[in-house]
């Protein structure tokens, strides 16, 4: 789905989607860039994330958890998967949860 597209979507969720909305809004060059090493340091096993930009490989991940991002970068994917969790896009992440609720925002 392109940016536009998933942004008008986002805003017609609800508030912590229009968040998420609005963050995806900035331009790229602004775009949030998470590392897994902060990720592991603020979620547990079975957490649900979103980063509202691109999920960077630096860093290991000891648990399973579910990542919802924009863009994944490939060691990111590789290590996310290794650990057991799953790697989705925003889309997914908002047609599963509409309301947002059980999902931390990192980044």
């Known amino acids: 789905m392109q940016r536009e597209m998933l942004i008008q979507d986002l805003k017609k969720k609800g ?3 229009r968040s998420v909305a609005s963050d995806l809004e ?3 060059r602004r775009q949030r860039a998470v590392n897994l090493s902060r990720i592991n ?3 547990k096993e079975n957490d649900v994330i979103v980063v509202s930009g691109k999920v960077l490989g630096a860093g290991d991940l000891q ?3 579910t990542v919802g991002a924009w863009n994944f970068s490939n060691q ?3 290590t996310i998967e290794q ?3 799953k790697c989705v896009t ?3 992440l908002s047609e599963k949860y509409p309301d947002g609720k059980e999902i931390k925002v990192i980044g």
């Open 76 to 78: 990111a994917k590789t």
């Open 63 to 65: 648990h399973p958890i």
């Open 83 to 85: 650990a057991k969790g």
């Open 15 to 17: 508030n912590f989607w």
């Open 26 to 28: 900035r331009p790229t």
């Open 41 to 43: 340091r603020h979620t």
């Open 90 to 92: 925003i889309q997914e």
